[in-house]
């Protein structure tokens, strides 16, 4: 069991290019850390410089108290299963999966017993004489799993694991490795360019971009309390609404204008801001429908777009001041295409950004 | 409408195919009539059906003592077992190494390897003659099938292959594991690579059966002669000694074990052996 440390760590390619300029990380013993962002953000390079198959340029590296610039990757004590399983091809479910167990030169009986408690896990033991050819996505994946399970790692690193299962398994999946996380207690770092999975599986989630470490933060704070524009983008699905807005100062505080609406807030961050140009940002589940949340001129109306009907709630998709806006509503609401609707934004849950540094004002 | 098409498409495809076969196959049917028929037969011209003097021809081949056929045999068989082998495991090894690392000098080493595959054979037969002859191993099989290791037509397809069908995910799945990298070379890739390695083990051995410009050159020994200097020499044999049926019976000798080869290792050659290893 260990946590992992990365202090100032570098990373450049041979051809120059630096994917990760510098990098600060603590991952502390037994927790579920998830790395997020676009592709190409870096996230699969930091996975697998603790894995070892990267090299790091400069700055150090730590799995508990060892560091691990110079430490092949066999001798870190850790796991990995990657997007495309990766399973030895020639060997049966149960040779896979005793693999590196057979490596080490564990008694034949152990290794035995391990497979077999981890293949009742996963729900494999039927498949231990199949080949992976013979398995379906799902079931490679578990191999994989369990092909890392078996070893027991003080390290657990998984990369894009469930990106080749079709949306339902990708959603049993998920709670099999969260559930496998709580049975083993071992440290799992988690690669994934789905925000879903990273907001359903990490203790903390750490979203990333260019190599830049955006937020390093548990679910909640990263959907409450995004630091910059990229966050808030990011994180939640349907995406954040944004929209260019003036701070303009009222008796009672501020307002946030653009187009004919309003919005009233008190937050005294934003004085420096009075005449300027911000971004505001709204969550769609945050756009409401009830007339409880009508405050002053915190109302945007407009025509509908395009109306989706997901059954228990329903997205609108309205063009409002400039900006393209999605409302998820209770699915009760219905408006059809074509149709105005009055939405109010609630203030309690608005974001507001710096239109330079992108950096959130209120937060 | 559709349906005539390719119906007629079938018997088009089947009367190339039934051509293309023939012309390959009818060679063969003329060796195997042949070594069944006298040298008289023989010269009166081609027949259809096969003669009656098989086990004369046989009998004739096997007694002849300037013509030692199963020491010949065995040395072909050796010099091309030996070739086979190693040419297919340092070619994949060459292939994993450049295909599997990363390196500063790789582009070169693959560019030259690419330059010595252009290079005839005659070009360096001097230069190796004159090698083996200061390594003190000319007349002996060594020098016959120890150049395989360095087979620059199958390391390219071996790196070919690999390209195709080996991620190199498995490669680090097995360095995580604890695999050692010749290990993992050994265990992991060679097995991979079992539809190439007979491929390639099947047109070395095959080649290396044929060769007959460099054990010209090394071998001087009757007892170290493989099968085509034999042949050869039977062919130049005195001319009023010579004989057709014998001719044709050594011959057919001489394809017997490439046929044997090829049967065994065809069964390797399947399709798609790391299909669901890795998901594309």
Known sequence: MAGITFKNVVKTYDNGVTVIPDLNMEIKDKEFVVLVGPSGCGKSTTLRMIAGLEGISSGDLYIGDTRMNAVAPKDRDIAMVFQNYALYPHMTVYKNMAFALTLKKVPKDEIDRKVHEAAEILGLEEYLDRKPKALSGGQRQRVALGRAMVRNPSVFLLDEPLSNLDAKLRTEMRSQISKLHKQLETTFVYVTHDQTEAMTMGDRICVMKDGIIQQFDTPQKLYNEPCNLFVAGFIGSPQMNFADAVVEKTDQGYELVFGETRVPTQREELAPYVGRTVVLGIRPEHLRAGEEYIRGGNTLTAEVDLSEMMGSETYLYLNYAGSRFIAKLPGTVIAPAGSKVTLALDVDRIHVFDKETEKSILN | ?280
């Open chain 2, 1 to 280: 409408m559709e349906k005539r098409t390719s119906y007629g498409r079938t018997i088009l495809a089947y009367v190339v195919l039934i051509i293309l076969a023939f012309l390959c196959l009818f060679f063969f049917y003329i060796l195997i009539i042949n070594a069944t028929r006298n040298h008289a037969q023989i010269q009166q011209g081609f027949s259809f059906l096969p003669g009656k003097s098989f086990w004369v021809n046989l009998h004739n081949v096997m007694n002849d003592a300037n013509i030692p056929v199963m020491s010949g045999i065995k040395n072909s068989l050796i010099v091309s077992g030996a070739a086979a082998i190693l040419a297919t495991y340092f070619s994949s090894l060459t292939a994993y190494g450049l295909y599997a690392y990363d390196f500063k000098l790789k582009r070169p080493a693959f560019i030259f390897i690419m330059l010595i595959l252009v290079m005839p054979t005659q070009v360096s037969a001097l230069g190796f003659v004159r090698l083996v002859t200061g390594m003190g191993m000319i007349n002996t099989l060594w020098p016959l099938f120890l150049p395989s290791i360095a087979a620059p037509a199958v390391f390219y397809f071996m790196y070919s292959y690999m390209q195709s069908t080996l991620p190199l995910d498995l490669v680090e799945a097995a360095r995580i594991d604890g695999s050692s990298e010749f290990r993992t070379f050994n265990r992991i890739v060679l097995p991979i690579m079992k539809p190439a390695i007979a491929v390639q083990a099947i047109f070395t051995f095959v080649t290396t059966w044929n060769n007959f410009f460099v054990p010209a050159l090394i071998i001087s020994d009757n007892s170290k002669k493989t099968m085509p200097i034999l042949i050869a020499a039977l062919r130049s044999a005195d001319f009023m000694k010579f004989d057709m049926g014998k001719v044709y019976m050594i011959i057919l000798i001489a394809i017997l074990p490439i046929i044997i080869v090829y049967l065994i290792l065809s069964r390797y050659i399947i399709a798609g052996v790391t299909l669901g290893g890795v998901k594309e």
